[in-house]
Nanobody
Framework: QVQLVESGGGLVQAGDSLRLSCAASGRTFSSYTVGWFRQAPGKEREFVAAMRKTDGSTYLADSVKGRFTLSRDNAKNTVHLQMNSLKPEDTAVYYC?????????????????WGPGTQVTVSS
């Protein structure tokens, strides 16, 4: 069974950058579609970004397009979420998720594996 652990969160100022990492253990990560979701206090968990296992195509939420990018390092079984030009509204707990299922990568229910999350706080 694959286990996921996020890292790289922290407290930054608006306009700064952070790189989140999602490390997988237990099985080859390349056979999984990997997604990032976030949940702000009092809000539902929402889709941020995903990379499909089949062709490596990436998907980004409209709110992060042009600022966030996704990359995969199969040798290290890790997926990175590079976040630039951070805004206070990006403040949330960020979760890494993975699935071997095929479907809409923006939907939470597609994913059966989740990390514990990492806090990102952006001050104005």
């Amino acid at each position: 069974q694959v286990q996921l652990v996020e890292s790289g969160g922290g407290l930054v100022q608006a306009g700064d950058s952070l790189r989140l990492s999602c490390a997988a253990s237990g099985r080859t990560f390349s056979s999984y579609t990997v997604g990032w979701f976030r949940q702000a206090p009092g809000k539902e968990r929402e889709f941020v970004a995903a990379m499909r296992k089949t062709d490596g195509s990436t998907y980004l939420a409209d709110s992060v397009k042009g600022r966030f990018t996704l990359s995969r390092d199969n040798a290290k079984n890790t997926v990175h979420l590079q976040m630039n030009s951070l805004k206070p509204e990006d403040t949330a707990v960020y979760y890494c998720a993975a699935t071997r299922a095929i479907g809409d990568v923006t939907i939470l229910s597609l994913y059966n594996l989740w990390g514990p999350g990492t806090q990102v706080t952006v001050s104005s």
